[in-house]
């Protein structure tokens, strides 16, 4: 059995960083945005924004 190992570029690093930070402040919704906005775009990103969630 492999697993496929990602690996985040910059971009999707500070946008889940953001992601993780907003929710201290405004509670779920920056993860919730984040994650309907993005969540085709990067694997990486849709996986962070639920665990903020």
């Not at 690093?13 to 201290?24: E, M, R, S």
């Amino acid at each position: 059995m492999s697993t496929e190992i990602i690996v985040p570029n910059n971009d999707d690093k500070n946008i889940a960083t953001v992601t993780h930070l907003g929710g201290t402040v405004f509670s779920f919704i920056p993860a919730l945005i984040v994650w309907i906005l993005k969540k085709d775009d990067s694997v990486y990103i849709a996986d962070q924004s639920k665990e903020a969630l």
